[in-house]
């Protein structure tokens, strides 16, 4: 049986094309003048990669200009795993960092675009996708680089980690805004947890030591993606001082998280997190269906099932009474938080999701969200900030949305959720993880 990875919203295109004067209803803004590109695993003809999330990565891009939609192309990352067939692990167990997927997330730092996913090194990417290399910055990474980094807005600097499942398992990374890779930290935890994200604040690193576990059986068996739920591993948070790399941890319940939506201190000291938090079961069953099982309830689609059980909570970390406290946000099914990025770190009032067919935007001060629906797969909604903005959602969100085997990329007003325009794409753009936008400069 072909799984569920392979099939519906999740299947792969078979080949690489170009398309020029895209279609466009709608009013495309000036101001939205450079690329949109966004990356998600994307197997070779006939390839099983043994989970979704395993796929060769594939990266989409749209090239506005002057109110018009210029150019669409895909291409592969030509990572040595792609081009060379170069397994990640060696017979004998060891890394090779450069063969990787690259098919998660694709960023822009210092004037270099680069593809990421966490097992390895990223890969940089040329503005008309293609691809220049592997990055180690110069040789200073010797570890794996997360596929969310997160850029402080204040200092233009990039923070990032890399995991591992060996020791040290967790490293902290910072570049400078020049793309001079400036600090590396070991952070001391008990074992090779999959950390997909973290967050910052002003003054702190939010680390997520939670009970998904590598498991090296698997890994050398070299089927599916090597991480189980492990009951006896327990669940914390950690904050860490920027300056001086001191960690508390906080209990919290048994969860996981694939997403951060953003964090921040508050006026009394306390780092208050916003994430998409998922059950232990919902994790389990979400955790089968995309490895090709038939675990937990039936969905619309299988891009929807990645969906299922996971919600929008808070973690409020005191470190007066050394508690965190968790309140859920909201009932709904929904991932991918996003939020405009010249708030990353810092307290922000508006965050983005993306529900079943839906983007949902949530008033974080009031607890009131809206909801614009989209009648398809829908992508996560990229936030991009007006060049003049006047208020925090003062900008436009993008995203690539899927239906009746139709792909459009949307532009919403991120204020109202109303359309602004729609390019119609030349072909099928499966349903992948994280994209972005990189105005010309």
Same mark, same amino acid.
């Given at each position: 049986?072909?799984?569920?990875?392979?099939?519906?919203?999740?299947?792969?295109?078979?080949?690489?094309?170009?398309?020029?004067? /895209?279609?466009?209803?709608?009013?495309? @803004?000036?101001? /939205?003048?450079?690329?949109?590109?966004?990356?998600? @695993?994307?197997?070779? @003809?006939?390839?099983?990669?043994?989970?979704?999330?395993?796929?060769?990565?594939?990266? #989409?891009?749209?090239?506005?200009?002057?109110?018009?939609?210029?150019?669409?192309?895909?291409?592969?990352?030509?990572?040595?795993?792609?081009?060379?067939?170069?397994?990640?692990?060696?017979?004998?167990?060891?890394?090779?960092?450069?063969?990787?997927?690259?098919?998660?997330?694709?960023?822009?730092?210092?004037?270099?675009? !680069?593809?990421?996913?966490?097992?390895?090194?990223?890969?940089?990417?040329?503005?008309?996708?293609?691809?220049?290399?592997?990055?180690?910055?110069?040789?200073?990474?010797?570890?794996?680089?997360?596929?969310?980094?997160?850029?402080?807005?204040?200092?233009?600097?990039?923070?990032?980690?890399?995991?591992?499942?060996?020791?040290?398992? !967790?490293?902290?990374?910072?570049?400078?805004?020049?793309?001079?890779?400036?600090?590396?930290?070991?952070?001391?935890?008990?074992?090779?947890?999959?950390? #997909?994200?973290?967050?910052?604040?002003?003054?702190?690193?939010?680390?997520?030591? /939670?009970?998904?576990?590598?498991?090296?059986?698997?890994?050398?068996?070299?089927?599916?993606?090597?991480?189980?739920?492990?009951?006896?591993?327990?669940?914390?948070?950690?904050?860490?001082?920027?300056?001086?790399?001191?960690?508390?941890?906080?209990?919290?319940?048994?969860?996981?998280?694939?997403?951060?939506?953003?964090?921040?201190?508050?006026?009394?000291?306390?780092?208050?997190?916003?994430? +998409?938090?998922?059950?232990?079961?919902?994790?389990?069953?979400?955790?089968?269906? +995309?490895?090709?099982?038939?675990?937990?309830?039936?969905?619309?689609?299988?891009?929807?099932?990645?969906?299922?059980?996971?919600?929008?909570?808070?973690?409020?970390?005191?470190?007066?009474?050394? /508690?965190?406290?968790?309140?859920? *946000?909201?009932?709904?099914?929904?991932?991918?938080?996003?939020?405009?990025?010249?708030?990353?770190?810092?307290?922000?009032?508006?965050?983005?999701?993306?529900?079943?067919?839906? +983007?949902?935007?949530?008033?974080?001060?009031?607890?009131?969200?809206?909801?614009?629906?989209?009648?398809?797969?829908?992508?996560?909604?990229?936030?991009?900030?007006?060049?003049?903005?006047?208020?925090?959602?003062?900008?436009?969100?993008?995203? +690539? $949305?899927?239906?009746?085997?139709?792909?459009?990329?949307? $532009?919403?007003?991120?204020?109202? !959720?109303?359309?602004?325009?729609?390019?119609? *794409?030349?072909?099928?753009? @499966?349903?992948?993880?994280?994209?972005?936008?990189?105005?010309?400069?």
């Amino acid at each position: 049986m072909t799984p569920s990875y392979l099939q519906g919203d999740l299947a792969p295109v078979p080949d690489e094309t170009d398309a020029h004067d /895209l279609s466009v209803d709608g009013v495309l @803004p000036t101001e /939205l003048t450079g690329r949109y590109f966004r990356n998600g @695993p994307n197997p070779l @003809p006939g390839q099983n990669p043994g989970h979704w999330f395993a796929g060769h990565g594939m990266l #989409h891009g749209v090239r506005l200009r002057d109110g018009r939609a210029e150019w669409y192309r895909n291409r592969w990352t030509r990572t040595t795993s792609f081009t060379d067939d170069a397994p990640f692990l060696t017979d004998s167990g060891e890394r090779d960092l450069a063969a990787v997927t690259a098919n998660t997330s694709v960023i822009r730092h210092s004037e270099r675009i !680069l593809a990421l996913v966490e097992s390895g090194l990223p890969y940089e990417i040329g503005p008309e996708l293609d691809t220049i290399g592997s990055c180690d910055f110069g040789g200073r990474l010797t570890t794996a680089m997360t596929a969310h980094p997160k850029e402080d807005p204040r200092t233009g600097e990039l923070l990032f980690f890399g995991y591992g499942f060996a020791p040290p398992y !967790l490293t902290y990374h910072r570049l400078s805004a020049g793309g001079e890779l400036v600090e590396s930290r070991q952070v001391e935890v008990p074992g090779p947890t999959m950390m #997909h994200d973290f967050a910052i604040t002003e003054n702190h690193v939010v680390w997520l030591d /939670l009970p998904v576990l590598f498991d090296m059986e698997v890994a050398m068996e070299r089927r599916g993606l090597p991480y189980r739920w492990d009951d006896a591993y327990g669940a914390r948070l950690g904050v860490m001082g920027r300056a001086d790399g001191r960690v508390r941890w906080f209990d919290v319940d048994p969860c996981y998280v694939f997403h951060v939506g953003n964090a921040h201190e508050d006026a009394s000291g306390r780092v208050v997190l916003d994430a +998409i938090r998922y059950t232990p079961q919902s994790f389990r069953n979400v955790w089968e269906r +995309i490895s090709g099982g038939t675990g937990g309830a039936p969905g619309p689609s299988a891009s929807g099932n990645l969906r299922l059980g996971a919600s929008l909570h808070r973690w409020t970390l005191d470190p007066e009474s050394g /508690l965190a406290k968790d309140e859920r *946000l909201d009932d709904r099914a929904t991932e991918f938080p996003t939020v405009n990025p010249t708030r990353t770190g810092l307290p922000s009032r508006y965050l983005y999701t993306v529900a079943h067919n839906t +983007i949902v935007k949530y008033d974080t001060d009031t607890g009131a969200s809206d909801v614009r629906e989209t009648g398809g797969a829908t992508g996560e909604a990229v936030f991009v900030p007006a060049g003049n903005a006047r208020a925090e959602d003062d900008g436009w969100l993008m995203s +690539i $949305v899927t239906a009746g085997g139709d792909s459009s990329l949307w $532009v919403l007003d991120a204020g109202t !959720l109303e359309s602004v325009a729609t390019v119609r *794409l030349p072909r099928r753009v @499966p349903a992948g993880f994280h994209g972005s936008w990189f105005a010309d400069t």
